[in-house]
C-alpha cells in the first residue's frame, strides 16, 4: 500500500509543477487531486447547511465505537443533493481519545471531536467499481486529513490498495459498502 501511495503522491506533485494545464492529470488520481479537494469543500459546505457537521451541527447519541473510527461515535444517513446531484450521504462523528465517556462527549461535543468521516454517493460513472462512493475525512474545522504519505483523504479514497477506506469498507456485508446498517438490521 505504502508503494502505491507513494507513486499517486509523486504523480500529483508532478501535476502540480506543471501548472493549470496538468491539474487534469492531477483529477485521475484516485484520490487527493485538486477535483476531490474542491468537491470535498462544496460536500462539507452541503453538510454544514444541513447540520450534518460544523458549529450549529444536531446531536446525536454517541455510542461506543470501534477502530479504526473512535472510542465513540455519532452516525447519520440522509440524502442530500451536492452540486446538483442528490445521493445518499453517511456522516461519522469520531470522538476520542480512547476510553471516553459517552456522558463526557455530550458534555463537550468540540473539545471530543477528532475527525468527521464521510461516504457520499455520487453520480454513475465516477467510481462504478465501487458503487460511486465519494470518500473524505475531515477534520473538526472542515479542512481534510491527510494520510502518512502527505495525500488529502478525499475522493477514491486509497483505490486499489490493501488498506485504507475502500479495502476495509468493500467487506462490509451485503456489498453496500456499509457497515452500521447491518448491525441494526
Ligand atoms: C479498517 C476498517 C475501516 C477503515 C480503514 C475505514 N472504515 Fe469507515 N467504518 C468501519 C467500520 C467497522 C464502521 C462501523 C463503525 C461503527 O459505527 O461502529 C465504519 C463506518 C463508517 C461510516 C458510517 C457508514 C457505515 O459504513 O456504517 C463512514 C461514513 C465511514 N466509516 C467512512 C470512512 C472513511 C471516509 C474512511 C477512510 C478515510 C474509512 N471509513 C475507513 C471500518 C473502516
Redesign the pocket.
Known sequence: MIQTLRTTATAAAVALAFGAGAATAADDTPFGGPESQEYAATLWQALTEERLAGDNAIDGVP???????GAM?E?F?TTMTVDGHTGM????RNYGPAGVEQSAVQGNRAEHLG?V???FQREDGYDPDNMNWF???YLPDGSL?TNPAGMQ?AGR??KGAD???????S??PGGD???????VR
Open positions: 455510542y461506543r465505537g470501534t477502530e479504526p473510527h461515535l452516525t444517513f450521504v453517511a456522516v461519522k475527525a468521516t464521510v461516504m470518500w473524505a475525512k486529513d483523504l479514497v486509497a488498506q485504507g477506506c475502500i479495502a476495509c469498507h467487506a462490509a459498502y456499509l457497515y452500521v446498517t447491518d448491525f
